[in-house]
């Protein structure tokens, strides 16, 4: 299992550095386009991908929330403007099937709709010393949408956490790559990025306001050239069903 759990990792990884190059390129010429524009801090996301499990900034990971875990949680998505008829709000539910596997229910609203989807995911190896550990999943589950498949991999390497994986769907198709770290015991910053002209590169930060709860804020620099910014708040919340 070790062996091919390496080599999984490995065609992953031969294209991490061209991820980062696209991340670095894609910051740079952001910021060189907004340099006057000034932007405040804001929380998760919600754009052309519904039915979402547990996730960086936006991309999946490895992780899964645990057995008896319900992980709640609140979000609002603009494109750039936060609680408005054009943004996005959603409640978002994981819920851990056992150790290796959740399943999620996940409400979204605009000023005119109202959607459900459904995520499932499984993890399939644990973390070591020596290999990552490894998660498949399908999201975007509703009559009359196509599901999105995925297989990431996510390890601890020095005091970052790297995520790796492909993703496929009517809306995204490729490499997604994240990065997070721990600012201080409270604070954490992350960056991920998912392929997709409707997607974005996502600037992440989190804080932990305790009990199990959080809040997380993203401002995300679109794919697409001339793409409108999105910025977005989740807060976020950890509850045991067990006895």
């Not at 994981?94 to 459900?116: C, P, S, W």
């Not at 590169?201 to 697409?224: E, K, M, Q, W, Y």
Request: charged share 20%; hydrophobic share 35%.
């Amino acid at each position: 299992m070790y062996w091919q759990t390496n080599i999984i990792y490995g065609i992953l990884a031969k294209d991490l550095a061209e991820v980062r190059g696209r991340m670095r390129n894609k910051l740079e010429r952001y910021f060189a386009r907004t340099a006057p524009l000034s932007v405040g801090i804001t929380v998760c996301a919600i754009t052309a991908c519904c039915g979402y499990p547990t996730s960086l900034n936006r991309i999946p990971t490895a992780e899964t929330v645990g057995s008896g875990s319900l992980l709640l949680e609140v979000t609002n998505c603009g494109y750039p403007r936060l609680l408005t008829t054009e943004s996005v709000s959603g409640i978002l539910t994981q819920f851990g099937i056992g150790e290796r596997l959740e399943f999620g229910i996940d409400r979204y609203e605009t000023d005119d709709t109202i959607e459900t989807y459904f995520n499932v995911k499984a993890r399939l190896i644990d973390e070591n010393n020596r290999q990552p550990s490894l998660s498949v999943g399908l999201m975007d589950l509703r009559r009359g949408c196509t599901p999105t498949s995925y297989a990431v991999a996510s390890k601890q390497v020095g005091n970052m956490r790297t995520h790796l994986g492909v993703i496929r769907g009517s809306y995204a198709h490729g490499i997604m790559a994240g990065i997070e770290m721990d600012i201080t015991d409270h604070w954490w910053f992350a960056i991920d990025y998912l392929p997709g002209m409707d997607n974005y590169l996502r600037l992440g930060i989190s804080c932990d306001v305790g009990s199990g709860a959080s809040i997380l804020a993203t401002f995300g620099i679109p794919n697409s050239r001339g793409g409108r910014a999105e910025l977005s708040i989740t807060f976020s919340t950890t509850l045991s069903t067990g006895k």
